[in-house]
């Protein structure tokens, strides 16, 4: 049996600067090359929130590269799986995607103590997905 294409995954905040990176990051580690990986904001922010990027670093996680990218209708294109981070964010509509919502408490100027927990959350759902994308190759 072949396996299928490489499956894309863009993940949507506000600032794309907490949530959502660090789910790009926790993917990126757990997936490593089987997904592709996208992270974008409706109102990108400055820099990607230093209490995330310390909070993930404690996991052995780097996203202290990473910069808040701005939503485009071509990255929800190019993504099998869109994923919204509880903020109410409008992503574009198409067919044959699929949606989630992960409601999940900014992170936005809170300490690494606060983000802790929004970490270790996103980390579990983070771990579901890899499950099922893998599951779906299988298939």
Not at 8 to 22: E, T
Not at 23 to 33: I, P
Request: glycine share 10%.
């Amino acid at each position: 049996m072949s396996a299928s294409p490489l499956a894309s995954v863009l993940f949507v905040c506000v600032h794309n600067a907490g949530r959502s990176q660090m789910a790009a990051g926790f993917l990126r580690h757990l997936a490593g090359d089987r997904v592709e990986v996208r992270s974008a904001g409706s109102l990108p922010g400055d820099r990607v929130n230093p209490a995330a990027v310390a909070a993930m670093a404690e996991l052995g996680i780097d996203i202290s590269d990473q910069r808040p990218k701005v939503l485009t209708v071509e990255a929800a294109q190019a993504s099998d799986y869109i994923i919204t981070m509880g903020c109410g964010d409008a992503c574009p509509y198409f067919p044959g995607k699929t949606y989630l919502d992960w409601v999940l408490e900014d992170p936005a100027g809170q300490g690494v103590e606060a983000v802790r927990p929004i970490r270790d959350e996103i980390g579990t759902l983070i771990e579901g997905l890899v499950a099922e994308i893998d599951a779906r190759r299988e298939a």
